[in-house]
């Protein structure tokens, strides 16, 4: 299984679109940012966690769930960069590959050393736009399919047809 970690805060920082929406509003910023992993997670399928600082968000730690994107807010005394280590340890096996998306260049050799890749903010962000892309292209495709008929149609009757089945004149 392909396991994608996320440094939240890193990310945020990181990204032009994010870093402004950050500026006016952090929790609409993580917000977007979980949106953004729900819709690659959906495209490629992999199991995405993004780790949150509790520094942001006082309190006990919190994990839940938004969409299939695993969301943790750490501990009050625990690092963002303590928990991707720990959960780097945890999921590591022969079958995860795991992948940290963070531009900390000391958690990447960290990481690095523990078997895991390490993604960039800039080469997820690029990651992002290419599925973006493909998501883009696969639902025009999906658009642009004719429905099977039994009967060969001319587009201009099989638009037709296609008009009543929908209601329109």
């Known amino acids: 299984m ?4 996320v440094d939240g805060y890193n ?10 929406l950050k500026n006016h509003d952090l929790a609409s910023a993580r917000d977007r940012l979980i949106q953004l992993m729900a819709e690659y997670q959906g495209f490629t399928g992999y199991r995405v966690i993004v780790v949150f ?17 695993e969301v943790i807010f750490t501990r009050e005394n625990e690092s963002a960069d303590e928990r991707i280590e720990k959960l780097a340890i945890e999921l590591s096996n022969i079958k995860n590959q795991i992948s940290v998306a963070t531009s900390d260049f000391t958690e990447q050799w960290v990481i690095f ?3 895991a890749l390490r993604v960039s ?6 990651e992002l736009e290419l599925t973006g892309k493909k998501i883009g292209k696969s ?12 009967i060969p149609l001319t587009d201009e009757v099989a638009e ?9 004149k």
Do not use: M
């Not at 990310?11 to 402004?20: H, T, V």
């Open 121 to 126: 903010a800039r080469e997820l962000l690029t």
């Open 11 to 20: 990310i945020i920082g990181a990204w032009p679109e994010l870093r402004k």
């Open 2 to 5: 392909n396991i994608l970690i």
């Open 113 to 115: 050393g523990q078997g």
């Open 160 to 168: 037709v047809f296609e008009k009543w089945r929908r209601g329109e």
């Open 139 to 150: 639902l025009k495709k999906f658009h642009e399919r004719k429905t099977n008929s039994k």
């Open 53 to 69: 600082d509790a520094h942001y968000v006082k309190g006990t730690e919190k994990k839940y769930r938004d969409f299939k994107v």
